[in-house]
């Protein structure tokens, strides 16, 4: 049966990873997954988690077979998260018209949202951003549908092109799907204003266009509540949305695969009808959740003296993050670079647009044992106090020479 199976191409992130793990030299420096690390180069488990994993010893009584869409808690704990501002969110919560499941990561929520659209509408198209998270395209047209690109990032000048975005969006079509990434976006950190944001959501709303945001940053950005302005305008606009979260990053629970997708619909009969439908379609994919990583969340969140030590070590990521960005600039600026890295700066969350291009990223990577990815994305949570010199040093050669 496998004798003609052809070889799949390397995936373009962990392929890439496999490389770095194999290169024997000792000063190399990876800056290419999407994983947060602390001062000492390390992924850390939270303190709040390691709590609730000995509460969670010491009282889980069975393993039994969750529910198809997640345990009851871990539900109501992400919708008292992601929904919990804004009044068209909250009305939506009241009238039984948001519904969620627990799902196998941010990827998989947005596995089962194409599938659920495929379902519903085959024909339709998923717009992504260009650039986006280069597993997105290979999720949707795994669920059989086709994608396409609109405009989103400036390279000229490491910012939004909303006016080229904006143009893209009046040329589509009622039922179209736009995939948003509601904060942090992956891989250039450039978010909307909050301006353009209320700008995005009317036009959609207008033209019937449903927003599926991808959300696997909050509280990464400029704050939990901040990042979610994005789900209260568009909520405002679009009688319709599809959200897919995931907790890798914000609680550390990247092998936990800890994720969901929300649903907000018309009315509460359509709401029933598409849960029964994404049930369906989790029950042929993995049938019922793991529950180990989602009784995590659900203890910190629903405990608010852990919560509020959650929420701290969350701003703690945060602000290291942004402290990393700005060393960055500020140290390639000492070492003789001198073209404007003010984009850098303002860019949101674990990842950047660093303006390396693809022949840049090759020899960081072969000369300086620095791995970037060839698109320019950067994790900048990789960066450490330690390794900055060395990396500036590397990337400043590659630029001043």
């Not at 793990?21 to 709040?48: A, H, M, S």
């Not at 000995?54 to 969750?66: D, F, P």
């Not at 029964?276 to 608010?304: C, F, M, Q, Y």
């Not at 840049?360 to 320019?376: E, I, K, P, Q």
Request: aromatic share 6%; net charge negative.
């Amino acid at each position: 049966m496998f004798e003609k199976v052809e070889p799949a191409p390397p995936d373009p992130i962990l392929g890439l990873t496999e490389t770095f793990r194999d290169d024997p030299r000792p000063e190399k420096i990876n800056l290419t997954v999407g994983v947060y690390k602390d001062d000492q180069g390390r992924t850390p488990i939270l303190d709040v988690v390691r709590e609730a994993e000995v509460r969670l010893a010491e009282t889980v009584t069975s393993k039994a077979y969750a529910p198809i869409s997640g345990e009851p808690a871990y539900v109501a704990a992400v919708q008292d998260l992601l929904l919990a501002d804004g009044a068209a969110l909250a009305a939506a919560r009241a009238e039984d018209r948001a519904v969620t499941v627990d799902t196998a990561g941010g990827t998989g929520a947005l596995r089962v949202a194409g599938e659920l659209v495929r379902s519903t509408a085959p024909d339709t198209t998923v717009w992504l951003s260009d650039p986006t998270w280069e597993n997105h395209t290979a999720v949707f047209r795994a669920s059989g549908l086709a994608t396409s690109t609109y405009p989103y990032l400036d390279r000229s000048t490491g910012r939004l092109a909303f006016a080229a975005m904006y143009e893209a969006f009046e040329k589509l079509g009622q039922g179209d799907v736009v995939l948003l990434h509601g904060c942090c976006h992956n891989p250039t950190g450039v978010d909307p204003t909050s301006d353009q944001w209320e700008h995005i959501a009317a036009l959609l709303g207008d033209q019937g266009i449903v927003p599926l945001v991808d959300f696997a940053y909050q509280g990464l950005g400029r704050g939990l509540a901040e990042d979610a302005e994005s789900l209260v305008v568009l909520a405002r606009h679009c009688p319709e949305m599809i959200i897919s979260s995931s907790f890798s990053k914000n609680f550390g629970l990247y092998n936990e695969r800890v994720g969901a997708l929300t649903l907000v619909c018309r009315d509460a009969g359509t709401a029933g009808a598409a849960l029964s439908r994404v049930k369906a379609i989790i029950r042929t994919l993995w049938s019922n959740p793991p529950t180990h990583g989602a009784e995590i969340v659900a203890t910190v969140l629903t405990d608010p003296t852990l919560r509020a030590r959650w929420e701290d070590e969350v701003a703690a990521m945060r602000d290291r993050i942004r402290s990393m960005r700005r060393l960055f600039v500020d140290t390639l600026a000492a070492k003789g670079v001198t073209r404007d890295l003010d984009y850098l700066v303002a860019q949101n969350g674990i990842f950047g647009f660093s303006g390396l291009g693809a022949d840049d990223a090759r020899r960081l990577r072969d000369a300086f044992a620095v791995y970037v990815l060839d698109s320019g994305r950067i994790n900048v949570a990789g960066m450490t106090p330690d390794n900055m010199d060395r990396l500036t040093d590397a990337v400043a050669a590659v630029w001043v020479s």
